[in-house]
């Protein structure tokens, strides 16, 4: 399958937003199409940098769970792209890779307290388009901690969205860690 919405080559960019990508590439460590494809619809790569730094701030929600909720919601989205550029992500933060390879079988993991056990769950409630248990992650998360999950949760709405409609052409380093960590999960 080949990408809906090509992504721009540096000389299609607005010198802006050619900025924006060295620096989406610097972070990331690989050049990201989506990234380029966003490029097409003026400013939005501004708006998202300032969600994108909004959402993944240090706050008061952990980072390793923000975006293993991240990780798991593209999945449940059925968004390949993302998923596999969240796993990529949780492997280059430092996070342990064996939460990423037991993240499916977080319910019955030791590796998952109780709280992130709640916030997994409902990742995956909302990642496939439910609204969630409230009751259940308010047995463990403040209001602000839940807006935080949300603001995750949201913004990977929309990045899922995104990439599945424009068909968006997977890149080679997350393709490898979406792979590695799907063989270890199955050899487990």
Known sequence: MSAWLAPLRDADLDPADRERVATATAF??????????MARVPGLLAAMASVVDCCYRPGRVDAELKRLVAHVSSRAAGCQYCEAHTAHGVLESGIDPRRLQDVW????????????????????????GGIGNHDELRQFFDADEAAELLAILSL??????????????????????LATTRSKREMA
């Open 28 to 37: 990331m460590g690989f050049d990201a199409n989506d990234v380029r494809t």
């Open 105 to 128: 079988s977080y319910e019955t993991s030791d590796r998952f307290s109780a709280a992130e056990k709640v916030a997994l769950r409902f990742a995956v409630e909302v990642g496939a």
């Open 156 to 177: 990977f709405a929309f990045l899922n969205r995104w990439n599945r409609t424009a068909q968006t052409e997977l890149e080679a380093q997350p393709e490898a860690s």
